[in-house]
C-alpha cells in the first residue's frame, strides 16, 4: 500500500513499491521503487490546491537491457484464452513503443481481450493492435485523433473516428465529473454521473477501467449497465 509522508503540510508523497518481479523467473525491473507520487495540498490535509489535484510523478522504473524483446514470448506462455490483458499507466524506460505493441500483440495472439490506458501510443499503434478496449480521457482523445472536443457532437465524432481506424470494440471516454461517453459494438451513449464531493480525482480513471472489466468478467451484461459500474467505480474511488 502507499505510505504517506507529511512535508509541513503542503506536500503529500506516497511510495509506491513494486511486487515480487521474480515471479515466473523474471526479474525485469531495475529500480526497487516503482513509483513514486507527489500530491500538492492545499496545506489543510485535502489533497487539491487552488480547487486543483496537482500531482508530481517520479518516473517509473526501467527495464535492464533487452527486455523488452523477450517481454511478448513470456507474455505468451503466462496468459490463456480467457484472460484480460491491462496495459495501464506510463511506459517503463528502456522499452520503444514498438516493443510496447508487441506486448500488446502477444497477449491477443494468446486469446487474450486487451483493455489499454495509456498516452504512449498513437492512432497508427492503435490501428496496429486493434485492441478490445481503449480508456482515453476527454484530452487524451482530443490529442490521439489530433480532433476538437469541446463539444458533445465533436467528441462523438471523434470517438467514432478513432474506432473506426482502429478497429477497437469498446472505447471507453471519461469526461471527469460529467461521466463517460461509451463509443462501441454495445452502442454509442452517454453515461451521467451523480454530483459528489470531490477529494481527489486520483485513481478515479482506473477505478472507472476496472469497473467496466470486472463488469464484464462477473456477467455478460448489455454495455449500458456495465457502463453504469464503470461510472459507480470510479466516482467512488
Sequence with gaps: PPVKHDFGGHLARCEYFTVDAKNGDFDGVADEKSFVSLLI?????????????????????????????VLPAWLSERIGASSIAVFAGSMPGGLSVGQYGDMMLAAKKAG????????ALKLADYARISPWLIKPN??????LA?????????????????REVTGINHLLVSLGGDGLLYCGEGGEFRVSSPKVEVC????????????????????????????HTAVTEGEAE
Design 41 to 69: 495540498t492545499d496545506g489543510a490535509g485535502e489533497l487539491t490546491c487552488g480547487g486543483e489535484t496537482v500531482k508530481i510523478n517520479r518516473q517509473g522504473p526501467t527495464l535492464y537491457s533487452k527486455m523488452g524483446a
Design 112 to 119: 487474450a481481450l486487451v483493455a489499454v490506458d495509456t498516452t
Design 138 to 143: 476527454i484530452y487524451e482523445l482530443a490529442q
Design 146 to 162: 489530433d480532433s476538437p472536443c469541446d463539444t458533445p457532437e465533436q467528441t462523438l465524432a471523434t470517438a467514432r473516428r478513432v
Design 200 to 227: 481527489s480525482t486520483v485513481g478515479a480513471g482506473d477505478s472507472l477501467l476496472a469497473g467496466f472489466v470486472g463488469g464484464k468478467v462477473a456477467v455478460p451484461a448489455s454495455a449500458p449497465s456495465v457502463e
